[in-house]
């Protein structure tokens, strides 16, 4: 009976048994061996180079990374668990540069959501977020249309939005539509943003949110879905 050639899976050289590497059913030569595949850092298993959950410089197999590993969800970076940084109320981690960061800028992350203040006297609320691009998603921009907004109140924040190419959105706290039109210096935020080249309606990637106080639509949490059906079915009828 002919003898089995021996041959690495995966570059096709002819090997022996003295020169052949097996490594999850495959046979391999020393060289692709040492290219496919890879130590966990933490265990010292070996996994496939494709199975690396880790980075280049700390490879880990699946169990590793999930027990004791994540990224840092700003910068990408491998960070231990037990030194991730979390904002309050904010189960994405962070590396310590990224919080140091996110919690002195003036542009926030996405996920972030100050404790509510409420302005106007009433039930009804509305918070609006407002997207605003092509003037760049600059510090500096944002800490200018804070200091017009704020000038009389904690009125609204800015944080960061995927969907816009060059630019971020602002967030107004909850206001009765009295305060938003009479005391909320609106235009003067619009007209500044304009000003140093942000557009909104003009572009497409922008949108504008409101946020309807679900208190103002009825006693319980029955009558609330009533009449939010109601005004989805109105919306979309017409």
């Not at 290219?35 to 070996?46: F, L, M, V």
């Given at each position: 009976?002919?003898?089995q050639?021996l ?27 040492n ?12 996994i ?8 280049e ?5 699946g169990?590793c990374?999930?027990?004791y ?17 979390y ?9 310590n540069?990224c919080y ?18 409420f ?6 609320f509305y918070?609006v977020?407002?997207?605003?691009d092509k ?6 921009n944002?800490?200018?249309l804070?200091?017009?907004?704020n ?6 924040y ?9 630019g ?11 305060y938003h039109?009479?005391?909320m210096?609106?235009l ?9 080249g942000?557009r ?5 990637t ?10 103002a639509?009825?006693k ?13 079915y109105?919306?979309?009828l017409?």
């Open positions: 009976m002919k003898e050639q041959i690495c899976s995966h570059c096709g050289e002819i090997l022996t048994e003295e020169t052949m590497w097996e490594f999850g059913g495959e046979i391999m030569c020393e060289h692709c061996f290219e496919q595949t890879i130590e966990c850092d933490c265990c010292h298993e070996r496939w180079q494709d199975d690396n959950c880790g980075d410089d700390t490879p880990l197999c169990a990374y999930d027990y590993y994540t990224h840092c969800e700003r910068c990408g970076r491998l960070i231990l668990r037990d030194n991730a940084c904002e309050e109320d904010d189960d994405y981690p962070y590396c540069d140091e960061r996110i919690n002195s800028d003036m542009i926030k992350s996405y996920s972030y959501k100050p404790e509510p203040i302005y106007g006297s009433g039930n009804l918070g977020e407002l997207e605003i003037g760049g998603e600059y510090n500096d944002a800490e200018i804070l200091d017009v907004a000038s009389n109140g904690e009125h609204i800015c944080k960061h939005d995927g969907s816009i190419n060059n971020f959105e602002m967030v107004s706290h909850p206001m009765t539509l009295d039109i009479n005391q210096n609106w003067d935020v619009f007209n500044k943003a304009v000003s140093m942000y909104s309606h003009q572009t497409d922008c949108g504008l949110h409101i946020h309807v106080s679900r208190s639509f009825g319980n949490a029955l009558e609330q879905e009533n009449v939010i059906a109601r005004i989805v109105f919306t979309e017409h």
